[in-house]
């Protein structure tokens, strides 16, 4: 990859960092093998309004149920995954469990589902997105996919339509993960998102007022161009506090609570 300046420099020749290592080989085919052994799993966590504390919805989280590690995290098989083009059938198996688990939920809550732009680019993302959709009988707008750049985006306007087609099905749209090295500015002011995710690096260091005065500026300008702002990983009622007095409306983190699994769900209750 190249380390000159810029943010061209992220849209890249796709051979680089997606080809698999001779290290990677042997995950991705542990990874299919729990995938052909049901082995993966969604886990929920809340997104609250601040205000209210009232959850409005939760993410799902994807996990793995591995024989001898215990409950592998996302970060330890997504990369692999999207390297193998295991990322598609993972990706279709969170799509589909998620929408299916939500459409026991009261309606007013949302599920957001998180896809990667290699997820986005490499498949006809919308379609499927229709299909989970119509196999849970669940309305569009109950939906919400949040994009993650886990490589940089070959393909700009490619993203761009994908986004369009998923918006204009009804779902909504999140840029995950906003101010990590791959999710920038541009990305925010040049394609249409719904909804903002402030990284939870950001959110642990809102002590130092640098930080701080950022985020009061992204929240402000998320709010001049529509688009609804939840801060990640918020751990601390002082976090909480101080988000809510920079505008920032939503939030979800340990201290509303934590991934749950679907069946925690009905009898799980914020402590407040
Ligand atoms: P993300 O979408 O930014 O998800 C938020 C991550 O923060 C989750 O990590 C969550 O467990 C963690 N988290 C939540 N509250 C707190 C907190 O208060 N403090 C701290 N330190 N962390 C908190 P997790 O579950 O390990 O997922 C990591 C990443 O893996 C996700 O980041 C997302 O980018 C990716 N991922 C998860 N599920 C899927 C999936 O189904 N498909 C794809 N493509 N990516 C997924
Ligand atoms: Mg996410
Ligand atoms: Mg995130
Ligand atoms: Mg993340």
């Known amino acids: 990859?190249?380390?000159?300046?810029?943010?061209?420099?992220?849209?890249?020749?796709?051979?680089?960092?997606?080809?698999?290592?001779?290290?990677?080989?042997?995950?991705?085919?542990?990874?299919?093998?729990?995938l052909e052994q049901g082995r993966f799993n969604m886990r929920y966590q809340p997104i609250v309004a601040l205000s209210s504390r009232q959850v409005v919805g939760y993410e799902a989280l994807m996990r793995w149920r591995h024989p001898v590690r215990g409950e592998v995290p996302p970060t330890e098989f997504i990369a692999a995954a999207e390297k193998s083009g295991l990322i598609h059938a993972l990706?279709?198996?969170?799509?589909?469990?998620?929408?299916?688990?939500?459409?026991?939920?009261?309606?007013?809550?949302?599920?957001?589902?998180?896809?990667?732009?290699?997820?986005?680019?490499?498949?006809?993302?919308?379609?499927?997105?229709?299909a989970a959709l119509a196999g849970a009988e669940m309305?569009?707008?109950?939906?919400?996919?949040?994009?993650?750049?886990t490589a940089r985006i070959p393909d700009l306007g490619r993203l761009r339509t994908a986004i369009d087609e998923?918006?204009?099905?009804?779902?909504?749209?999140?840029?995950?993960?906003?101010?990590?090295?791959?999710?920038?500015?541009?990305?925010?002011?040049?394609?249409?998102?719904?909804?903002?995710?402030?990284?939870?690096?950001?959110?642990?260091?809102?002590?130092?007022?640098?930080?701080?005065?950022?985020?009061?500026?992204?929240?402000?300008?998320?709010?001049?161009?529509?688009v609804m702002v939840v801060a990640e990983g918020v751990e601390t009622e002082a976090q909480a506090t101080q988000l809510a007095q920079m505008g920032c409306t939503h939030a979800q983190g340990w201290l509303f609570g934590r991934p749950m699994l679907a069946t925690e769900l009905p009898g799980w209750q914020l402590a407040s």
């Open 1 to 34: 990859a190249r380390a000159d300046g810029g943010d061209r420099c992220r849209f890249y020749d796709p051979a680089s960092d997606l080809d698999p290592t001779p290290s990677d080989q042997g995950l991705i085919a542990e990874i299919r093998g729990g």
């Open 91 to 130: 990706g279709d198996f969170a799509l589909i469990q998620s929408c299916l688990d939500a459409a026991t939920w009261p309606p007013a809550l949302q599920v957001s589902v998180n896809m990667s732009v290699v997820e986005l680019l490499e498949s006809d993302a919308p379609r499927r997105i229709m």
């Open 139 to 149: 309305a569009p707008h109950r939906l919400r996919i949040e994009i993650t750049e």
């Open 166 to 226: 998923i918006r204009t099905l009804g779902v909504t749209v999140a840029l995950d993960d906003f101010g990590t090295g791959h999710s920038s500015l541009t990305h925010l002011q040049s394609l249409s998102f719904d909804c903002l995710k402030i990284d939870h690096r950001f959110v642990q260091d809102l002590a130092t007022p640098r930080t701080a005065s950022m985020i009061r500026m992204l929240v402000a300008y998320a709010r001049q161009i529509g």
